[in-house]
């Protein structure tokens, strides 16, 4: 996913970031099946989707689907499962409001680290992870099929620290027109964990 190129928004039609419905999976699927070597279902989306600990989203630009991400929540975790955008429209920072959209999503949460992995090839999309503060922390051998390829493992780490917030302020900042969400409802706090002993 690179992060410079044509934007959308900066021809008058903004790139909206909003929740995952079942309308968008048809396009979803199509992106999928355009740009992963693994594709989901749709049975994968629709479990996905309604499960508590997960939260997806769609990029849009008018009722067109041009990319999508999701994440699961672990105690104090976020891990990106997914993030991909239209081949026909890959460059123009559809990504990095994604991404943005989810991080921020997770610090809400409460997240304190973010995880992801990521094609050990796949330049443009490690240039991006970069830009949020990811770095690697290990190597899942043949993680990857068609081809076979590993996967970098890569963490960010006190995403829920002021020092993150305004790295993602300049990523935002720097973005070519404004980021622009609808109908993301506040997400609720991650459970707090049983005090020790509650149970015996």
């Known amino acids: 996913m690179p992060a410079t190129g044509h934007d959308a ?5 903004p790139i909206v970031i909003s929740p995952m419905r079942r309308r968008h999976l048809r396009a979803v699927l199509s992106i999928e099946e355009r740009t992963s070597s693994t594709p989901w279902s749709l049975g994968l989306f629709l479990a ?4 508590d600990e997960r939260v997806y989203l769609v990029a849009r630009v008018g009722h067109r689907v041009v990319g999508f991400a999701g994440m699961l929540f672990t105690l104090t975790d976020g891990h990106v499962t997914t993030i991909a955008v239209d081949p026909d429209r890959q460059g123009g920072r559809i990504g990095t409001r994604l991404l943005l959209v989810l991080v921020r999503r997770a610090v809400e949460r409460g997240a304190e680290a973010v995880t992801l992995e990521v ?9 991006l992870y970069r ?6 922390s290990g190597v899942r051998r043949g993680y990857y099929r068609n081809p076979t390829e590993d996967a970098l493992v890569l963490w960010a780490h006190d ?4 020092a993150y ?3 993602l302020a300049a990523i935002e900042a720097d973005l070519p027109s404004p980021l622009v969400a609808e109908g993301l409802a506040p997400m609720p706090l991650r459970p707090e964990p049983p005090e020790e002993g509650l149970y015996l």
């Open 119 to 127: 094609r050990a090839s796949n330049e443009p999309a490690q240039a």
């Open 9 to 13: 928004a900066a021809t008058g039609t």
């Open 159 to 162: 995403v829920h620290r002021p």
């Open 165 to 167: 917030a305004e790295r």
């Open 131 to 136: 830009r949020f503060g990811f770095a690697p």
């Open 48 to 51: 996905e989707a309604r499960r």
